[in-house]
Structures are given as C-alpha cells and as structure tokens.
T-cell receptor, first 114, second 113 residues
Framework: QKEVEQDPGPLSVPEGAIVSLNCTYSNSAFQYFMWYRQYSRKGPELLMYTYSSGNKEDGRFTAQVDKSSKYISLFIRDSQPSDSATYLCAMSANSGGSNYKLTFGKGTLLTVNP | GAVVSQHPSRVICKSGTSVKIECRSLDFQATTMFWYRQFPKQSLMLMATSNEGSKATYEQGVEKDKFLINHASLTLSTLTVTSAHPEDSSFYIC?????????FGPGTRLTVT
C-alpha cells in the first residue's frame, strides 16, 4: 500500500460545478497537509495548507482534513476553466529540524469545460 | 511573496556533458531546499534534500556522484547533472522550504541528445 493514494482521474466538469478532490494516507505520522496546483510544464503552486483536522477556507477553495479517517479533500466552488490543471495532495511528518519532506499523491488531472 | 526561480527553464545538451541548474529563493531565506524529478504524467519524485552549508541527503536509488548538489547560501542551491545521458532527460523542479511550507520553482526541462 502506498503512503498516499490519489485518484489520477481524469476528472471533467462543466464550468460552475463544485469539484471534490481526495486523498487517503496510511502514515499516522503525517501532520501537515497541502494541496498544490500544477499547470502543464510548470512547477507546483501551493494552494492550501493545514495541520489540523477540520475545514479551512480560502476564497473558492476549501481544504478538509479528517485525521481519524486519514482522509483529506479539496473542494473548489464555482469552478472556472482556469482551474483546469493537475491537483497534487502532499503531506509531511515532522522529522525534526527544518526537513519537512513532502510525500505526494499522484495528482488528479482536472478539466473544467466552458 | 515566497517566490522561487530556476535557471535555465530549458536546456538541451549532448550526451556526456554536464549541466548545472540553479534554484533561488527570491524573497525569503531557505535553510532547506529540495530537488525533484518529474516524468510525464507522473508525480514528483524527491531526489535529495539540501541544507545550507552541509552535504545533501539523497533518496534511495539516486546517484550522488551523478547528481551533485550544492547549497552555498540561504537563497541558492544548484543541481549539476554530470555526464548526462538520454535517460536523464526529465523535468527537474526545486523547492525551498519556509517552515513546513514548500514553494516550488517553475522547473527545468532537460533534454539530453
């Protein structure tokens, strides 16, 4: 079993739809959870980060973490064609010092159709 | 804030030559930088963790003599691919850590002919 599982999709939705992206993990040591957006041939862009169970909202994006179920989600409201990208979940355990190595999911390719 | 640059963005080199890629954190100091490799439609594969002023820590299976990493200052890390071969062709991405948040550079596309 991989440490982080993420459905690679592809996921195709109409403009304005609510998008739900999910990851599950097996390592209980993970404490920090991030979502990155990566456009084709570009570096990942940090969208959201959180370190506690519950919801965190930023504009159209909501990150949700359920540590008891080892499950994280990213919701995108009122999706736009510009949201079309690959979304990567990433997690980190506190390994001491400043070396917060990230473990990534495979990424989900999202297409929002106008 | 939290901008990371990489140079060059794209490089084509001949087999057997060496290529250096620079990663800079432009508006913050990063004691730790990371180097990743990404194949098409795949996720990022961590190659090594680089700490300022000390030797890099390489992930299992990554040849330290082939992928030389130098972290000379709090804002600059370099990756040198030595004696490059076509199988080294890939997308190389660096990141700089600010606390537990990692900010990524735009990536460097390396093509070895």
């Amino acid at each position: 079993q991989k440490e982080v599982e993420q459905d690679p999709g592809p996921l195709s939705v109409p403009e304005g739809a609510i998008v739900s992206l999910n990851c599950t993990y097996s390592n209980s040591a993970f404490q920090y959870f991030m979502w990155y957006r990566q456009y084709s041939r570009k570096g990942p862009e940090l969208l959201m980060y959180t370190y506690s169970s519950g919801n965190k909202e930023d504009g159209r994006f909501t990150a949700q973490v359920d540590k008891s179920s080892k499950y994280i989600s990213l919701f995108i409201r009122d999706s736009q064609p510009s949201d079309s990208a690959t979304y990567l979940c990433a997690m980190s355990a506190n390994s001491g010092g400043s070396n917060y190595k990230l473990t990534f999911g495979k990424g989900t390719l999202l297409t929002v159709n106008p | 804030g939290a901008v990371v640059s990489q140079h060059p963005s794209r490089v084509i080199c001949k087999s057997g030559t060496s290529v250096k890629i620079e990663c800079r954190s432009l508006d913050f100091q990063a004691t730790t930088m990371f180097w990743y490799r990404q194949f098409p439609k795949q996720s990022l594969m961590l190659m090594a963790t680089s700490n300022e002023g000390s030797k890099a820590t390489y992930e299992q299976g990554v040849e330290k003599d082939k992928f030389l990493i130098n972290h000379a200052s709090l804002t600059l890390s370099t990756l040198t691919v030595t004696s490059a071969h076509p199988e080294d062709s890939s997308f190389y991405i660096c990141s700089a850590a600010q606390g537990y948040e990692q900010y990524f550079g735009p990536g460097t596309r390396l093509t070895v002919t």
